[in-house]
C-alpha cells in the first residue's frame, strides 16, 4: 500500500514537472532513443507481414515481428521529422545527431539506401527522403544529395491514374490514397525548392486538389480514405470508386501534408492560395468531429460511441499538429483556438501516461489499416474498428512530438 502511494506520489510529481507542452516532446523523444538505440524496426502488424510473406516457415506473426530487421520506412521518418523540430525548438545538437545515426544505418558511400527497391514504386518510402535533404544541407555530403535524388526520381516515374493522381503503389493500381499525399508532396516540395525544379510545384498542387474533389463527402466534409479510379476494386463504391468510411489518420496525413507543403512553396506563388482553401474547408469539418467531452477524435471519424469505436491517439496528435500550425501561419481563424487546445488537454488526459521509472508513454493508436491487399482489407467500419492498437506506435509519437512544438508557439508557457 505504502509502494502505491509512493509510486503515485512520484507520477503526480513528474506530471507536474512536464507541464510544458515542449517537455513532453522531449520525454516522448527519451522513450524512442533508449528503444532504438542503433536503428529503428518497425514492428508491422500480423496481416502485413502476411500479405508480404514476411513470416518465416516454423515462426507466428509474433515472432517475425520480434526478429524483424529495420528497414527503410516512412515511420522511421516522421519520428525523425519531430526530432528535427525538437532540435530546432531546443538548440539541442543532440536530436540531430540521433538523427543522422539512424539515417547512417542505411545509406552506403555511395548514396545507395539499403533495403529500398525503387521498382515497387511505394509511395511509403518516399518521406525519410526529407532527412537526407536536411542532412545534405547540414553536412555537405554528397551520398545524402544522391540517395535523395534517387528518391526524387521514383516520383518522376511514379504510375499515375488517367487524371495524373500517383497510384499509393505499384500494387494497388488507380488508386489514391489520402496517406500518399503525406508520403509524397512533403519531400517532393522541398527537393523542388532546394534544387530549383519550381516546375514541379504545380503537380504537387494538383495531387492535393485532384485528392480532395475526389474524395471529399458534400455533406460531411470529411474525406474518404480511398479513391479507385476503375472502380474495380470490392471495397470501391461501383459509382464513386470511394472506399466505405471515414478513417481520421487517414485524413491527419493529409492534413500534415498540406501545413508542410506550403511552408515551402513560395509565398507569391499563384496557386498557393488553393491548398489553404483546402486546409480551411477540412478544418471547418474536422472540429465538428471532435469529441465533444474529451477534446480527441475517433477510429471511424463520423461514428462516435458506435460499438468498438474508440478514441484514437495518432489522428488526434495529426490534428492538433496541423491545426495549431495552421493557426501560427495564419492559414486558418484564431477562432479554432478552443478547440486546438480542447484536443490538446484531451490528448493529455486520454493519451499520455508516464511509467514507474518517469518514461513517458503513448498511447491507443492503432497499428496500421489500409485498403486491398491479402489478407483483403474491404475499408468496412468493423474492419477499421478492428485492427489491433499499439501503446508507443511511431505513427502517433512523430506527430505528437511535432504538435506540442506547434502547440507551444501558439499558447506559450508562462516561464
Not at 85 to 107: E, G, M, P, V, W
Not at 209 to 236: C, F, I, P
Not at 379 to 389: A, R
Amino acid at each position: 500500500m505504502k509502494k502505491s502511494i509512493v509510486i503515485s506520489a512520484v507520477i503526480i510529481f513528474l506530471m507536474q514537472s512536464i507541464a510544458a507542452q515542449t517537455n513532453y516532446a522531449i520525454k516522448l523523444a527519451e522513450t524512442i532513443m533508449a528503444t532504438y538505440k542503433d536503428s529503428m524496426v518497425v514492428k508491422k502488424y500480423a496481416s502485413h507481414l502476411e500479405q508480404d510473406k514476411l513470416i518465416p516457415s516454423g515462426q507466428t506473426a509474433e515472432q517475425a515481428q520480434l526478429s524483424r530487421p529495420a528497414v527503410w520506412n516512412y515511420e522511421m521518418g516522421v519520428v525523425l521529422q519531430g526530432f528535427e523540430k525538437l532540435a530546432t525548438f531546443t538548440s539541442d545538437k543532440k536530436y540531430t545527431d540521433y538523427t543522422k545515426n539512424i539515417i547512417d544505418h542505411f545509406i552506403t558511400s555511395e548514396g545507395e539506401i539499403r533495403t529500398y527497391n525503387l521498382e515497387e514504386y511505394n509511395s511509403d518510402n518516399i518521406p525519410t527522403g526529407r532527412q537526407l535533404l536536411h542532412l545534405n544541407q547540414s553536412t555537405k555530403e554528397e551520398k545524402y544529395k544522391t540517395a535523395a535524388t534517387l528518391l526524387y526520381k521514383q516520383l518522376a516515374w511514379q504510375p499515375r491514374n488517367t487524371i495524373g493522381g500517383y497510384w499509393h503503389k505499384l500494387k494497388y493500381p488507380t488508386q489514391m490514397w489520402l496517406d500518399g499525399l503525406y508520403m509524397a508532396q512533403p519531400f517532393a516540395v522541398e527537393y523542388a525548392v532546394l534544387f530549383n525544379d519550381t516546375k514541379k510545384f504545380d503537380d504537387i498542387i494538383n495531387q492535393f486538389v485532384w485528392m480532395e474533389k475526389y474524395s471529399r463527402d458534400n455533406k460531411t466534409g470529411l474525406l474518404y480514405h480511398g479513391w479507385d479510379e476503375s472502380k474495380l476494386q470490392k471495397w470501391a463504391n461501383p459509382k464513386t470508386g470511394l472506399s466505405p468510411e471515414f478513417w481520421s489518420r487517414a485524413m491527419g496525413w493529409y492534413m500534415m501534408a498540406l501545413v508542410d507543403v506550403l511552408d515551402h512553396l513560395p509565398a507569391n506563388y499563384k496557386r498557393r492560395s488553393e491548398l489553404i482553401t483546402i486546409l480551411n474547408r477540412l478544418s471547418t469539418a474536422l472540429v465538428k468531429f471532435q469529441d465533444a467531452k474529451e477534446g480527441v477524435w475517433w477510429q471511424v471519424t463520423d461514428k462516435a460511441n458506435q460499438q468498438l469505436n474508440y478514441l484514437e491517439s495518432s489522428s488526434s496528435a495529426m490534428f492538433l499538429y496541423a491545426l495549431s500550425k495552421a493557426v501560427n501561419k495564419n492559414y486558418i481563424s484564431m477562432n479554432f483556438k478552443p478547440a486546438i487546445a480542447k484536443a490538446y488537454n484531451g490528448i493529455i488526459k486520454n493519451f499520455v501516461r508516464v511509467d514507474e521509472a518517469g518514461s513517458v508513454h503513448y498511447l491507443q493508436a492503432v497499428a496500421g489499416a489500409g485498403l486491398g491487399g491479402i489478407p483483403y482489407r474491404d475499408g468496412s467500419y468493423s474492419y477499421y474498428v478492428n485492427e489491433p492498437k499499439r501503446d508507443d506506435d511511431l505513427k502517433a509519437i512523430g506527430p505528437f512530438i511535432q504538435a506540442c512544438i506547434e502547440y507551444e508557439l501558439l499558447f506559450p508557457q508562462k516561464k
